[in-house]
């Protein structure tokens, strides 16, 4: 399962399309797809069956002897296995085509015996990575296209393997595609609260003694926060229009399940919303904090500087060294028997009037 505990997202790559001009439905194989591996789940409201390594010869062999079949393809290099799978089940190929280019946007296609789901999830956090999964579901099948190995949907493995009869193996296609669908959305609960907890720590630490690199951090969790506002968007309209529209392979029962998984959505936009806000917020105290530090420093040194330019003057004064026996007025206090004491003391003087000044205007 892809592991969640802070929020370091990308931007989903980019969207590889087939040639200008390509026939539509063209299926082509990214050259960095990973090698297709299928598992076959076949579910019945008394008993469960797993095939890992699953064959076409598998699925011919199951397909119609099991209420519900979930047919799991890991990686989309094999274009001729993703072919037959699409011949199978009588896949739109504009979806398999959808399912190859990966990047695409959340969204949900109808068509008239099966449903195309795109959603999205942070895959790796450490490599700051998103994966497309995209789940076709009818009347007795739902089949799902991954990126890669690693997914949030053991929680519904473990249910449908569970010895004792439940909900998951009693209901349809529809519902198992939406608990699949609704385990990607709970999966981004535990990044967008890591993060959370990532903001107020360093709004805490901002607040104590302001750093040049909390900056950074801040400008990297909006970055993340507005990637995941761009993924969280569409993912609430697709819930939204699944809900809305009347099929008959999506009951009515399903829906109030899928509409608390919109509810979900909904929650994790304004947890987004929230933390993009409260960045924004700390990125301008940052800004100010350090400006009314650097205002400070300026202040006390141009405080010094005053009180060091009156001292400045009288020993440039003292320092040039006049005979005064070549008159009266060529500097007398040079033959002065405490002059040098004499001339310390009303130096400090003058700076000591210089600072009880400035803390009577409250400059210091």
Same mark, same amino acid.
């Given at each position: 399962?892809?592991?969640?505990?802070? *929020?370091?997202?990308?931007? %989903?790559?980019?969207?590889? +399309?087939?040639?200008?001009?390509?026939?539509?439905?063209?299926?082509?194989?990214?050259? @960095?797809?990973?090698? @297709?591996?299928?598992? #076959?789940?076949?579910?019945?409201?008394?008993?469960?069956?797993?095939?890992?390594?699953?064959?076409?010869?598998?699925?011919?062999?199951?397909?119609?002897?099991?209420?519900?079949?979930?047919?799991?393809?890991?990686?989309?290099?094999?274009?001729?296995?993703? &072919?037959?799978?699409?011949?199978?089940?009588?896949?739109?190929?504009?979806?398999?085509?959808? !399912?190859?280019?990966?990047?695409?946007?959340?969204?949900?296609?109808?068509?008239?015996?099966?449903?195309?789901?795109?959603?999205?999830?942070?895959?790796?956090?450490?490599? =700051? +990575?998103?994966?497309?999964?995209?789940?076709?579901?009818?009347?007795?099948?739902?089949?799902?296209?991954?990126?890669?190995?690693?997914?949030?949907? /053991? %929680?519904?493995?473990? $249910?449908?393997? @569970?010895?004792?009869?439940? $909900? #998951?193996?009693?209901?349809?296609?529809?519902?198992?595609?939406?608990?699949?669908? /609704?385990?990607?959305?709970?999966?981004?609960?535990?990044?967008?609260?890591?993060?959370?907890?990532?903001?107020?720590?360093?709004? /805490?630490?901002?607040? =104590?003694?302001?750093?040049?690199?909390?900056? +950074?951090?801040?400008?990297?969790?909006?970055?993340?926060?507005?990637?995941?506002?761009? !993924?969280?968007?569409?993912?609430?309209?697709?819930?939204?229009?699944?809900? $809305?529209?009347?099929?008959?392979? !999506?009951?009515?029962?399903?829906?109030?399940?899928?509409?608390?998984?919109?509810?979900?959505?909904?929650?994790?936009?304004?947890?987004?919303?929230?933390?993009?806000?409260?960045?924004?917020? #700390?990125?301008?105290? =940052?800004?100010?904090?350090?400006?009314? $530090?650097?205002?400070?420093?300026?202040?006390?040194?141009?405080?010094?500087? !005053?009180?060091?330019?009156? #001292?400045?003057?009288?020993?440039?004064?003292?320092?040039?060294?006049? /005979?005064? &026996? @070549?008159?009266?007025?060529?500097?007398? &206090?040079?033959?002065?028997?405490?002059?040098?004491?004499?001339?310390?003391?009303?130096?400090?003087? *003058?700076?000591?009037?210089?600072? *009880?000044?400035?803390?009577?205007?409250?400059?210091?």
């Amino acid at each position: 399962m892809a592991k969640a505990e802070t *929020v370091k997202t990308r931007a %989903p790559a980019k969207t590889r +399309r087939p040639p200008v001009g390509a026939s539509p439905g063209t299926l082509i194989a990214d050259p @960095s797809a990973r090698r @297709s591996e299928l598992r #076959l789940t076949l579910i019945s409201p008394e008993k469960f069956k797993t095939i890992e390594n699953a064959s076409i010869d598998d699925l011919n062999t199951h397909c119609d002897k099991w209420p519900v079949l979930w047919l799991d393809c890991t990686g989309l290099a094999n274009i001729p296995l993703i &072919e037959e799978i699409g011949r199978i089940f009588s896949l739109h190929p504009l979806a398999l085509e959808d !399912v190859v280019n990966t990047g695409q946007r959340p969204k949900v296609d109808f068509f008239e015996d099966h449903a195309f789901v795109v959603v999205r999830m942070i895959d790796d956090v450490t490599s =700051h +990575r998103y994966e497309q999964i995209a789940v076709f579901f009818g009347s007795n099948f739902v089949v799902t296209f991954q990126e890669r190995e690693g997914d949030p949907f /053991d %929680p519904v493995r473990k $249910r449908i393997e @569970s010895s004792a009869p439940n $909900r #998951l193996r009693a209901r349809g296609a529809d519902y198992l595609a939406y608990a699949l669908i /609704d385990a990607i959305v709970d999966s981004y609960f535990p990044p967008i609260e890591a993060a959370g907890d990532m903001v107020d720590s360093i709004e /805490d630490q901002m607040l =104590h003694s302001p750093h040049k690199h909390q900056m +950074r951090q801040l400008h990297e969790l909006r970055r993340d926060a507005n990637v995941l506002k761009g !993924v969280l968007w569409p993912m609430r309209d697709a819930l939204a229009t699944l809900i $809305r529209n009347d099929v008959p392979y !999506v009951k009515a029962e399903t829906k109030i399940f899928l509409n608390d998984t919109l509810d979900h959505a909904l929650r994790l936009i304004e947890l987004v919303e929230t933390q993009r806000d409260m960045l924004t917020g #700390l990125i301008e105290m =940052h800004l100010s904090l350090s400006q009314a $530090r650097t205002n400070d420093v300026i202040s006390y040194l141009t405080i010094v500087s !005053v009180i060091f330019m009156p #001292l400045t003057f009288l020993v440039g004064i003292w320092g040039m060294n006049f /005979d005064p &026996e @070549s008159s009266p007025w060529n500097m007398p &206090e040079l033959k002065a028997y405490y002059g040098y004491p004499l001339s310390l003391l009303f130096m400090a003087l *003058v700076a000591f009037g210089l600072i *009880v000044f400035f803390k009577w205007k409250k400059w210091l």
